[in-house]
């Protein structure tokens, strides 16, 4: 993950404590962060009260995600040609059926989608490799975009450059735009847990 990190909730059930002030949730946030990185890593520790949780789970659906991807054509290396074409500031839109490597728990659907923007540079002249980054409304499938599906999300890369044999090696999530809590300075003032 770079970035930000991705929002996220704890439910403390039956805690010691009823109350946390901001020192104790630094403290917290500090331990965390000194344990365990740097796989995990967490940030702007407050308390939040059952409303808040809605709008997490509201937002799920609203949010947008920039990843950084790379690329790896098999076949044929790219060219600035196939960078221009990846490279775009209008939304595409995409329609992709559930892919097959979630199609065992997850419902079969077709979900129109949008790659709001993309930037592609070729790692060296006559690379087959490629850096991507892009832009998503929430719940695409961007490996599914890449390398298309078996003909299931439509366009896929390989139509937008007429390639076949181009997947993805490596995804990373660089940002995830989701404005949650929407009051982060009210909550710091407000850290009761009883409230929950």
């Known amino acids: 993950m770079l970035g930000n990190g991705r929002p996220f909730a704890v439910e403390l059930v039956n805690p010691c404590l009823s109350f946390a002030t901001p ?21 702007l520790l407050h308390v939040v009260d059952k409303r808040h949780l809605g709008q997490l789970r509201d937002g799920e659906s609203e949010k947008t995600k ?10 044929a290396a790219f060219t600035q040609e196939d960078c221009d074409k990846l490279t775009f500031s209008d939304a595409l839109q995409i329609n992709q059926k559930t892919p097959l490597r979630v199609l065992h728990r997850r419902t079969l659907l077709d979900r129109k989608r949008n790659i709001l923007w993309a930037c592609a540079e070729s790692f060296q002249p006559g690379s087959n490799y490629l850096t991507l980054r892009l832009s998503t409304d929430a719940g695409t499938y961007v490996k599914e975009w890449v390398h298309g599906d078996l003909g299931r999300t439509l366009p896929s890369v390989c139509d937008i450059l007429g390639k076949v044999g181009i997947d993805i090696v490596q995804l990373d999530v660089a940002n995830v735009h989701l404005q949650w809590p929407l009051n982060v300075d009210a909550l710091r003032d407000d850290c009761s847990v009883e409230k929950m």
């Open 23 to 43: 020192q104790q949730l630094g403290q917290l946030q500090q331990t965390i962060n000194g344990q365990s990185a740097p796989s995990v890593e967490v940030r």
């Open 66 to 75: 920039e990843y950084l991807a790379v690329l790896f054509s098999k076949h």
